[in-house]
């Protein structure tokens, strides 16, 4: 069975960068769409940005200009790059992976983590 491991998270300043990687060690990228969702405490879990089978990206307003997802050639790793980082962008961030970047619902997409996300503190 396909499972994600999200990695690469930590505790920033705010403006600082970091990186998050999506990887599928038994499993690869290509031809779905790869997504990934935060969750901060006390709050539903929120998309934040989608890469689909083609390459088409897409971005929650509150990150576009900040985020950037990208793949790597062998579809083997989805990457958050984060810039400009923000307190608001504190969080437990999870990827996943579906047929479409239309489906914005965690729990409906087929392969994911299952909880382990990997999480983002920002201080101001």
């Known amino acids: 069975e396909a499972q994600l491991v999200e990695s690469g998270g930590g505790s920033v300043r705010a403006g600082e960068s970091l990186r998050l990687s999506c990887a599928a060690p038994r499993f690869t990228f290509d031809g779905y769409a790869t997504h990934w969702f935060r969750q901060a405490p006390g709050k539903e879990r929120e998309g934040v940005s989608c890469i689909s089978a083609d390459g088409t990206t897409y971005y929650a307003d509150s990150v576009k200009g900040r985020f950037t997802i990208s793949s790597d050639n062998a579809k083997t790793n989805v990457y958050l790059q984060m810039n400009s980082l923000k307190p608001e962008d504190s969080a437990v961030y999870y990827c996943?992976?579906?047929?479409?970047?239309?489906?914005?619902?965690?729990?409906?997409?087929?392969?994911?983590?299952w909880g382990q996300g990997t999480q983002v503190t920002v201080s101001s």
């Open positions: 996943a992976a579906g047929s479409s970047c239309s489906e914005t619902n965690y729990y409906a997409l087929p392969i994911g983590s």
